[in-house]
């Protein structure tokens, strides 16, 4: 049993990373979450954060730009500015799976990655 399995986890950390940086970047209108965001909603340690944040730049899934409030982009991805219809845009938020599986389908298959 891997370590991930004991803890409850089923998917990779770096997935879990992932999936939660597209999730928190369409709830908030394309802003990136903060390192203790992402270690909170992990539930992993900040140095951990930095490690996969850095494994998911040099595979190109991400760029990281400006320090030391860092902008997270997802490469690949499009931003789409909200609508004027609060509904429309509630609908959009609530559409992830809970796995989170729908952020990464989103992404062109080049940029999305085997889960």
């Not at 996969?52 to 902008?71: D, F, V, Y």
């Not at 609060?86 to 559409?95: K, L, N, R, S, V």
């Amino acid at each position: 049993m891997t370590p991930n399995e004991r803890a409850g986890h089923t998917r990779s950390t770096r997935d879990r990373v992932f999936d939660f940086l597209v999730r928190h970047k369409r709830a908030h209108d394309g802003n990136s979450p903060t390192t203790r965001e992402i270690a909170q909603a992990c539930d992993i340690a900040l140095s951990v954060v930095h490690y996969h944040l850095t494994r998911l730049e040099i595979a190109n899934l991400i760029h990281i730009t400006g320090k030391p409030r860092a902008n997270i982009e997802i490469v690949g991805g499009v931003w789409r500015p909200p609508t004027d219809s609060a509904d429309t845009h509630a609908g959009e938020a609530g559409q992830d799976r809970q796995d989170g599986s729908a952020a990464r389908d989103s992404l062109p298959p080049a940029v999305r990655r085997a889960g």
